[in-house]
């Protein structure tokens, strides 16, 4: 038991508050709009609050805001829609096909009971098809529909009612009687409906720190034309509404010489039970410094014995308003002159490592082909001291050198001679 008593305990603690959240959000109404107002002080605010659903007309003969249409869908011989019958409450059904005067009709009294079912009597094959029922208030913009699909069969076995995922299927017997069902009884289709009654539109305040369903009631208006003012802001002229708000729809709540005091959320609630609509409109109200003193609309004060001077108190504006632009201008000029400043130096920089490259490249290449060259030279005359060193070792046959040490002394100084004069050519 005392198990259950917690679980009980943590349930309402985790879960009760969001039911009471939404049942006190559906209770207020829908919010369709919410918007975020800042204004100076000492200036006038104006709460926009309209909706042409609001707008009140009394409809004393009643025979154009609600009207009822039954149509049918026919898809053999060829796809074809007709228009069965209308009625709406201050003129009596009408009947299209002159062939379904006196067999189709639906209840005199549907405008008072809710009750628009269509009524077929001696049922034929032609009246096999898709039938709709169409509801309509203009007044209230309310548009609601039903579909039937009704089948004629020769057999009395085979009458039934099911339903196939979309609409409601009747196979009904030739010849028979059938009822098509299309019943609302919302008060907004019956008669008897106090339409003044029922439109209401108020205006609540929040502070800063209340809750929501603390608020303060300001206003209250209906369709009737009686109002209710809580407070003594009305009476003041500190707040103030259009003087027949509901024949244009127009709510709009207007707060005059705002103060800090003033800040807060204040809500439009508008309610239609007899349309059903549920509307609300949340403005969250800031309240700013006051704005400073226009210097342009104060005229400077001159002694009699002073000559005023106004070409310089005007051009004190102008040229505070035209150093704004001029800045920016200023701002975007010189950092065009940093950009081409700098692309410039990096050409020049890659054009300098360029021409570097180039020239140690060439520089190389001369050394590769000098050293080749002196290659070559020297390789030619290697080859060709070989063959005056041979040329010179050749013994004449007359040689006047009789010691052999002397003679190889001899040749060996001409080689070097000759050696030595080839390398200083």
């Avoid at 879960?15 to 200036?43: D, K, M, W, Y």
């Avoid at 098809?129 to 009704?150: A, D, E, P, R, S």
């Avoid at 308003?321 to 130096?345: C, D, M, R, S």
């Avoid at 004449?396 to 100084?413: D, I």
């Amino acid at each position: 038991m005392l198990l259950d008593m917690t679980f009980l305990s943590i349930f309402a603690v985790l879960f009760l508050p969001q039911v009471l959240s939404q049942g006190s959000s559906s209770r207020l109404g829908a919010v369709v709009e919410a918007r975020n107002i800042t204004l100076p002080a000492g200036s006038r605010a104006i709460l926009p609050c309209r909706s042409p659903r609001m707008v009140w007309t009394r409809d004393r003969l009643k025979d154009r805001q609600r009207v009822v249409h039954w149509d049918v869908v026919r898809s053999s011989p060829e796809y074809s829609v007709e228009r069965v019958l209308d009625m709406s409450p201050g003129a009596r059904q009408r009947v299209y096909n002159s062939f379904n005067k006196g067999r189709i009709s639906i209840s005199e009294t549907a405008f008072n009971d809710g009750n628009f079912s269509l009524i077929i009597h001696n049922v034929v094959t032609t009246d096999k098809g898709v039938y709709t029922c169409n509801l309509h208030h203009h007044y209230c913009q309310v548009h609601q529909n039903i579909q039937i699909q009704l089948n004629v069969t020769k057999s009395a076995r085979k009458e039934k009612r099911y339903w196939d995922g979309e609409k409601t299927v009747f196979v009904v017997l030739l010849g028979s009687s059938v009822a098509l069902p299309c019943v609302n009884r919302r008060p907004l289709w019956r008669e008897g409906a106090q339409e003044d009654q029922q439109q209401v539109a108020h205006w609540d305040y929040q502070a800063p720190g209340v809750r929501p369903d603390r608020a303060e009631r300001l206003v209250d208006l209906y369709a009737s034309g009686e109002r209710r003012d809580y407070g003594p802001l009305f009476s003041q002229n500190k707040m103030s509404l259009e003087e027949h708000p509901f024949t244009l729809g127009d709510f709009s709540l207007s707060i005059a010489e705002l103060k800090p005091v003033d800040i807060g959320l204040y809500s439009c609630h508008l309610h239609h039970h007899y349309c059903g609509i549920q509307e609300r409109r949340i403005f969250r109200l800031t309240v700013g410094p006051p704005l400073p003193p226009n210097p342009s609309t104060t005229r400077p004060t001159f002694q009699s014995n002073e000559l005023p001077e106004p070409r310089i108190e005007d051009d004190v504006p102008r040229v505070v308003n035209v150093i704004l632009p001029e800045q920016k201008g200023y701002f975007v000029q010189h950092l065009g002159y940093f950009l081409a400043t700098f692309l410039l130096l990096a050409l020049i920089a890659i054009a300098v490592i360029v021409l570097t490259r180039r020239r140690k490249k060439r520089v190389l290449e001369y050394d590769i082909y000098r050293y080749e060259r002196s290659n070559i030279a020297n390789a030619g005359e290697i080859s060709l001291d070989c063959t005056e060193l041979s040329t010179c070792s050749q013994e004449p046959s007359n040689s006047e050198y009789k010691n052999n040490l002397l003679k190889e002394r001899g040749m060996a100084k001409d080689c070097n001679r000759d050696f030595e004069a080839k390398l200083w050519k």
